[in-house]
């Protein structure tokens, strides 16, 4: 099956530092989803970027699925963004599920 | 509803007893999704849905596992005769039409 990696795999920032995450995938993609995964367990959708750029306030993405990436760009960093950052991709072919990265965890520290 | 609504959030089972987990998709959406998250940080496909049809079922272990979504009740996930390795949290994910899946809350399931 296609396969996903994350980089970092643990990132300590102090609080109003910037950062970017990588997710690489290994074959075409229908769709790529960012997610968030709180303390308490909860996946917090970011974005949906098969390609292209998006940006929600201190957050943005991009995709380029020509070479296979997307980056998650998090700025001026807050302790509420301490947590667990997934990248999740279905694949092109076969299935419509989402195969997940095994994710960057984000620590802020104040 | 306009979120994914998951039942219960927690559920302890000794070993060999069977466990149930419910899921409300988002009002509207064609496609339900299962998966587990063990470990804290990997995530495994089990079953998908089209309406009440199975769509995909490649990540069940069948022997154990089955689940069903019928029209007007939420979809369910139910394991036979649990096992210590099935402890883990089981998140239901809803999509319109194939795109963006939401995600529930979770059932976290606890086998002793």
């Known amino acids: 099956g296609i396969q996903v990696e994350q980089s970092p795999p643990d990132l300590i920032l102090q609080e109003g530092a910037n950062s970017t995450l990588r997710c690489n995938f290994s074959d075409s993609v229908n769709n790529l989803q960012w997610f968030h995964q709180n303390p308490w367990g909860q996946l917090i959708n970011l974005f949906y970027?098969?390609?292209g750029t998006k940006q929600n306030g201190r957050l943005s993405a991009t995709t380029v699925a020509t070479e296979r990436y997307s980056l998650l760009y998090i700025s001026s960093s807050q302790t509420t963004d301490s947590g667990v950052y997934f990248c999740?991709?279905?694949?092109?072919?076969?299935?419509?599920?989402?195969?997940f990265g095994t994710g960057t965890r984000l620590t802020v520290i104040p | 509803g306009e979120e994914v609504a998951q039942t219960p959030k927690h559920l302890v089972r000794g070993e060999g007893q069977k466990a149930k987990l419910y899921c409300a998709p988002i009002k509207g959406h064609s496609y339900v999704f299962w998966y587990q998250q063990v470990l804290k940080n990997e995530f495994k496909f089990l079953i998908s849905?089209?309406?009440?049809?199975?769509?995909?079922e490649t990540g069940m272990p069948k022997e154990r596992f089955s689940a069903k979504c019928l029209p007007n009740s939420p979809c369910s996930l139910e394991i036979q005769a649990t096992k210590l390795e099935d402890s883990a949290v089981y998140f239901c994910?809803?999509?319109?039409?194939?795109?963006?899946?939401?995600f529930g809350p979770g059932t976290r399931l606890t086998v002793l």
């Open positions: 999740a991709v279905e694949p092109r072919t076969g299935a419509n599920n989402l195969f």
């Open positions: 994910a809803s999509s319109q039409s194939g795109d963006t899946q939401y």
């Open positions: 849905f089209q309406n009440e049809n199975v769509f995909d």
């Open positions: 970027i098969p390609s």
